[in-house]
């Protein structure tokens, strides 16, 4: 199961599904404007969804449509920058994972504090890009593929000029 993000252009779809394309198509038949897939997590179930129902729920618009705003383009640009930003992170990741026990917490830290680490030796001058040799990026998408997926950036779906747009 999938949670996605999708848009109309105008509003933001939080749902699950098992195929987040496939879901699109459905909902496009009975829609006038362009459904486009913003963004999904896969091998997620009904708790993320649940929870981000209710961490956005003074955005609802109406059912599981939202406004856009600042705070879920934030959530979807997450990025494991620094610890602190982490431990939120990780905050959502326990209240939705904590059942499975599929990842020991020290790992996960030990994890989270290498990749930033990593991202902090790579950082440029002014501190605005990373730069590094080529094995360097290599350790850096290694560890960042080492923790689950909720903690990595979503990859945009779709062009940056509908993403300003619809978050502006």
């Known amino acids: 199961m999938a949670v996605y993000f999708i848009t109309d252009g105008e509003y933001i779809k939080i749902g699950k599904a098992k195929d987040p394309y496939k879901r699109v198509k459905d909902i496009q ?3 006038a404007r362009e459904i486009i897939l913003l963004a999904y997590y896969k091998d997620y179930n009904n708790k993320l969804e649940r929870y981000l129902h209710k961490r956005f729920s003074h955005l609802k ?5 939202y406004k856009p705003s600042k705070e879920i383009k934030r959530f ?7 610890y602190e930003l982490f431990k939120e992170r990780f905050f959502v ?3 939705i994972q904590h059942q499975y026990q599929t990842w020991d917490i020290q790992d996960l830290f030990q ?4 990749l930033i680490h990593i991202k902090d030796s790579m950082k440029s001058s002014n501190g605005r890009f990373i730069q590094g040799s080529p094995s360097m990026f290599v350790r850096l998408w ?10 990595k950036p979503i990859k945009w779906k779709q062009n940056s000029e509908l993403i300003n747009t619809l978050f502006k």
């Open 111 to 114: 994890n989270a504090r290498r």
């Open 61 to 65: 618009v109406k059912g599981e449509w």
């Open 142 to 151: 290694q560890q960042e593929d080492s923790l689950p997926e909720i903690f």
């Open 29 to 31: 038949v009975g829609n």
């Open 93 to 95: 990741y326990d209240k």
């Open 76 to 82: 979807l640009e997450y990025r494991c920058n620094n």
